[in-house]
């Protein structure tokens, strides 16, 4: 509930997928907040978070996750309107 997905904007005309924490969990140990990369986010699960909120059985969802994430970076084009 709380992961964010956005745009991060590289070259020119050009952005990659980058997920936050909206209750702000992820954290570097200076404080600044961690960014991740759109495919690795299936692996930045927490044992125990204050603010999750059950949606239904994780085990499938996450699984499911694991399966469809993109297997690295992709890079889009402004022009795109598909993400």
């Given at each position: 509930?709380?992961?964010?997905?956005?745009?991060?904007?590289?070259?020119?005309?050009?952005?990659?997928?980058?997920?936050?924490?909206?209750?702000?969990?992820?954290?570097?140990k200076?404080?600044g907040?961690?960014?991740?990369?759109y495919?690795?986010v299936?692996r930045?699960s927490?044992?125990?978070?204050?603010?999750?909120?059950?949606?239904?059985?994780?085990k499938?969802?996450?699984k499911?996750?694991?399966?469809?994430?993109?297997?690295k970076?992709?890079?889009?084009?402004?022009?795109?309107?598909?993400?």
């Amino acid at each position: 509930m709380h992961c964010k997905l956005f745009r991060t904007f590289t070259e020119e005309g050009k952005y990659v997928l980058r997920v936050r924490c909206a209750a702000g969990r992820w954290r570097k140990k200076l404080g600044g907040e961690k960014l991740y990369k759109y495919f690795t986010v299936a692996r930045r699960s927490l044992d125990e978070c204050d603010s999750y909120s059950e949606m239904g059985e994780s085990k499938p969802f996450m699984k499911d996750l694991r399966n469809s994430l993109p297997v690295k970076d992709e890079i889009f084009d402004v022009s795109d309107q598909s993400a």
